[in-house]
């Protein structure tokens, strides 16, 4: 072989050499950027799943909330405390209009709306 055939075949390796560099780089590239992107759908997965527990955990601390609030809460034993029942009529209406407008700005803060409140509320 002459110098010039040589010269010519070492050009052409040192030219495949930096074409599989590249090659290489790039699927290096690819993997990492699939890997990313997996991470990152896992951590997106890991969030939703605990934005919707926290989500659940809320709806049942405002749902026992509502029901326990004032001194009218359902979760109270027959109904109604003792305290309650010993009131005299005006003062359970005055309890009653209280905690209404208690429990109405609550639903009111939680985005709710609790409707009208008319003689047939109670029934």
């Not at 010519?8 to 990313?36: F, G, P, S």
């Not at 209404?100 to 029934?123: K, T």
């Amino acid at each position: 072989m002459s110098s010039g055939h040589m010269a010519y075949h070492m050009e052409a390796q040192r030219r495949q050499r930096v074409l599989d560099k590249k090659h290489a780089a790039l699927d290096r590239m690819a993997r990492e950027k699939t890997e990313i992107e997996r991470l990152n759908e896992e951590h997106l997965r890991h969030q939703r799943r605990r934005t919707l527990e926290q989500e659940e955990a809320n709806a049942k601390a405002r749902e026992y909330y509502l029901k326990n609030m004032g001194r009218m809460g359902t979760l109270q034993q027959n109904g109604h405390p003792q305290r309650y029942i010993d009131m005299i009529p005006e003062r359970q209406d005055s309890v009653n209009r209280d905690d209404l407008r208690h429990q109405a700005r609550v639903l009111r803060d939680s985005c709710l709306y609790m409707g009208p409140v008319n003689e047939y509320f109670w029934s």
